[in-house]
């Protein structure tokens, strides 16, 4: 409006100077206009007097005729990139018209504008944010992506809400192991600990929701205590709980996807790396506007210490020995040294090596890992490759180890059956399902009736047994070894006036040597009969101290 008036009145003076007969020059001149300037508005005064004009126009003022632009030559480009890549950004865009055009001159604004008219208007979602201290939380979580060549990958993503410090990783999978393996190199990345770690109910870190609250893993929770942090979870579908850690990949996919062909994870791997190095650490700060990078820096030293040694984060599987002596583990075979043939052993594995080790946790043999689904079965050692399929000897030797009953179970096989070789392998499998004790009773029981195979052992089992679970088998050789060495230091019973004292204080001597003896009479009655009190199973099993011995075992071993 301010234009139109001023004009209006430049118009008027125009006018009022050329009738009192001034020269365009002179108008100019005194005006401080160009001629072109004088000459145009005189052409539209004469205009207006002849054509005549509608106050519509008159109030719309003159239209402007569009000019061109730099990039009108790159519409149709732009326009198929952003068909390609809905959510291209101008940053990439601007990469992409300088990699393409050699003299390329034009700055991201022109860019950016350019792409705003050529893209369908969105309106942003509000979110309130809270701000984090320092070295206080950690947020992590996991996003999917399908590279050109269809290879699916998982992004792993952890942020410090504080600096927005980042560790991205590529991974093919989503399991516990990978995870505590991801989180562990991502603490080591950031030379610390945060206070807190935040993310949603994946897999692995809740095992489900009582009452409205998430139920931890022990697994993960035990890897929480041994770094020092609480763990937070999100609520239930709501993204916006852990807004950093999700902007993260908003930022990945439209800066690092973006405009780019990947093949291959070993080449996303190393792109993401580039990346995380020369453009995300050096972006700056939402809030501060600081470089990442040097907030990062100052965020590592308010972290807490790495503990001195990091958690082990392998998985485990419980395996027997195949005649061939070798393990199975993601289609491929790793052999074991001679003499374990039937033997369960346990076998310790992460990305890069296996370790095959035996029921007193000695590592019987290191591998590296082959790539899970080759189906390479690796070479035998020693006289195993020198026999034949089935040693039957070294299976019987094996099954004999359970007791009398199995020796002479495997025995009646063998002499029934003439094909033993298969029968004495799937009897041993039967360890990694059932407890041992339970398949000596199921084969006791089929002895009875005559039946020596396989099968009827197994429908006994099925019958009258329950499976165990996986940290029984870990805990069972704990539990062995246990016993073993209370066998060697026994537990002496303290007379049961001992803790009358402790209760009441110090009385006379000879009160005390009464009771002594009358507890010694007592507890000769309990023996006499079978043994029933608390005192006769203390030499045994002293308070369910193998038990809770076990269990403390297998979760280290886990």
Known sequence: MWDRERRQLLAYEV???????????????????????????????????????????????????????????????????????????????????????????????????????????????????????????????????????????????????????????????????????????SLETFEGVTREWLTDSMPGVVDRWECDRPVLNARFVDFAAHYGANVVIAPRATPEYKARCERRFRYHEENLLNGRTIHGLSAYRELLDWWQREKALRRPHPKTG????????????????????????????????????????????????????????????????VQICDDRARVLIEHERLPDGAGIRQPQIGAASRRGKYDLDALAERVAEWGDVASNFTREVRRSRRFA????????????????????????????????????????????????????????????????????????????????????????????REEKEGDHEREQEGESAGGSGRGGDARADPGGALDAASDADAADAR
């Open 15 to 185: 006018v009022r100077l050329t009738e009192a007969g001034r020269s365009q020059r002179e108008i100019a001149a005194a005006l401080r206009l160009s001629r072109k300037t004088i000459s145009g508005i005189l052409r539209e005064r004469e205009e207006r007097r002849t054509l005549g004009q509608s106050a519509v126009a008159a109030a719309a003022g003159r239209q402007r005729l569009p000019k061109g632009s730099k990039l009108d030559r790159f519409d149709e480009k732009i326009r198929g990139w952003l068909t390609q890549y809905p959510n291209l950004t101008a940053v990439r865009c601007l990469e992409k018209l300088r990699e393409e055009e050699k003299d390329f001159s034009c700055g991201y604004t022109i860019v950016r504008e350019r792409l705003k008219h050529l893209r369908a208007p969105t309106v942003p979602a509000t979110t309130v944010e809270v701000e984090i201290a320092i070295a206080q939380r950690l947020e992590f979580d996991w996003s999917p992506y399908v590279l050109a060549d269809g290879a699916k990958v998982q992004l792993w993503n952890g942020t410090l809400s504080w600096s927005r410090g980042m560790c991205l990783i590529g991974e093919t999978n989503t399991r516990q192991t990978t995870i505590l393996a991801c989180l562990r190199r």
């Open 290 to 353: 600081r470089e990442i990078g040097s907030m990062l820096e100052e965020e590592r030293r308010c972290l807490s210490p790495l503990p001195a040694k990091p958690y082990d984060t392998r998985d485990v599987w419980v395996r027997v020995v195949s005649p061939t002596s070798h393990v199975h583990l993601s289609t491929n075979e790793y052999s074991v040294p001679d003499g374990h043939v039937g033997q369960r052993v346990y076998v310790c594995a992460d990305a890069q090596r």
């Open 421 to 512: 070789g298969p029968e004495l392998v799937r009897l041993l499998n039967l360890q990694l399902t059932w407890n041992l004790d339970d398949v000596v009773a199921a084969m006791r029981h089929a002895a009875e009736y005559g039946c020596f195979e396989t099968r009827g052992v197994e429908r006994i089992l099925e019958a009258k047994f329950s499976p165990r679970r996986f940290e029984e088998a870990m805990a069972e050789s704990t539990r062995r070894r246990i016993q073993e060495v209370m066998q060697a230091h026994p537990i002496d019973r303290r007379p049961l006036g001992s803790y009358a004292s402790l209760r009441e204080g110090d009385r006379p001597a000879h009160v005390g």
